[in-house]
């Protein structure tokens, strides 16, 4: 009985598991990052492979990654990021305008490259529900290395290769998809009222919605859906 118990419990673990993208550069990246992150995570009082969240900032220029805990998320670490293009604050709208997105994202397996031209990378899946809903263009908008940008989120090498790693260790461990925030700042009332006169004002207030409703319920994201041209928000269950 107990031996079969063990196989069930181990024949669950390979279901609930899932395989990413691989070649021998992101094999490396991840193996010469995991000893670092391990020993940092367990120190961090969290375990590589649990569920992950992103929120970036432009105007900060910082990439967080929140990693689950036991009832919610705990920020791990801080990014800096190189470049995120020359469009400036304001979500994408258009095919080389040189804006990187801002709004709600997914990311799934299939969105990680480790074949990238910018070292490592993964999808962050523009245009979503809302942007196609507002008939913005683009194509392969990515958070990657190499420390360049049009319109994506380019980190240094080695930071990429953390991030890539994390991410993909949560994708094998199980979680479905990450969510990805992506803000035009940290949106408290002071820096949202900063930018009353941005035609831009009244799509980052429906932002800070999300924003906001990620620390009312716990540290946990909310689920994210869009109606009638909005985001729309309520808390995970």
Known sequence: MVKLLIAFLML???????????SARSRAAIAKQTPQLEKSFMQS????????????FKQEGELEVWVKGKDSFKLFNTYPICNFGFGGLGPKLAEGDGKAPEGFYYVKANQLNPNSSYHLSFNLGYPNAYDRAHKRTGTALMVHGNCVSVGCYAMTDAKIEEIYTIVNAALVGGQDYFRVHVFPFKMTETNLSQHKKSSWFSFWTNLKEGYDLFYENNYNPPNVTVSNGSYKFDKLK
């Open 12 to 22: 669950s673990q390979i279901v609930m598991s899932q395989s990413t993208p691989s």
């Open 45 to 56: 009082g969290l375990k590589l492979g649990a569920p992950v969240f992103i929120r970036v």
